[in-house]
């Protein structure tokens, strides 16, 4: 089993900036984490779940949804099996429950029903 918890969300002000991070544990992480494809996710309430970004495993490429290209960066520190999401210019309509989410892939895997492991969300509140 993985364990994906996140964690930097918060309330910020519309161009303002958050990173989040996400850290994985458990005992199908050692040694594999660094091929792990890796996502963030998030949902805002009365919509459906949305790719905002991924990663492939091994450092692969990564993929932005056209909503943030620009905006936020994916990240991986590999030697401390965590994920960040950068994430700059915040606007309204970037508010939502954001999540992390991990397969055991080298695939760059941008549909939710891809993933196998899933955090438990952390919300982030754009607002003036």
């Known amino acids: 089993q993985l364990q994906l918890v996140e964690s930097g969300g918060g309330t910020v002000q519309p161009g303002g900036t958050l990173r989040l991070s996400c850290a994985a544990s458990?005992?199908?992480?050692?040694?594999?984490?660094?091929?792990?494809?890796i996502g963030w996710f998030r949902q805002a309430p009365g919509k459906e779940r949305e790719g905002v970004s991924c990663?492939?495993?091994?450092?692969?490429?990564?993929h932005y949804a056209d909503s943030v290209r620009g905006r936020f960066t994916i990240s991986r520190d590999n030697a401390n099996n965590t994920l960040y999401l950068q994430m700059n210019s915040l606007q309204p309509d970037d508010a939502a429950v954001y999540y992390c989410?991990?397969?055991?892939?080298?695939?760059?895997?941008?549909?939710?029903?891809?993933?196998?492991?899933w955090g438990q969300g952390t919300q982030v509140t754009v607002s003036s």
């Open positions: 989410a991990a397969r055991n892939s080298l695939n760059v895997l941008t549909q939710a029903n891809e993933y196998d492991y």
């Open positions: 458990g005992r199908s992480l050692d040694p594999t984490w660094e091929y792990y494809a």
């Open positions: 990663i492939a495993g091994s450092g692969g490429s990564a």
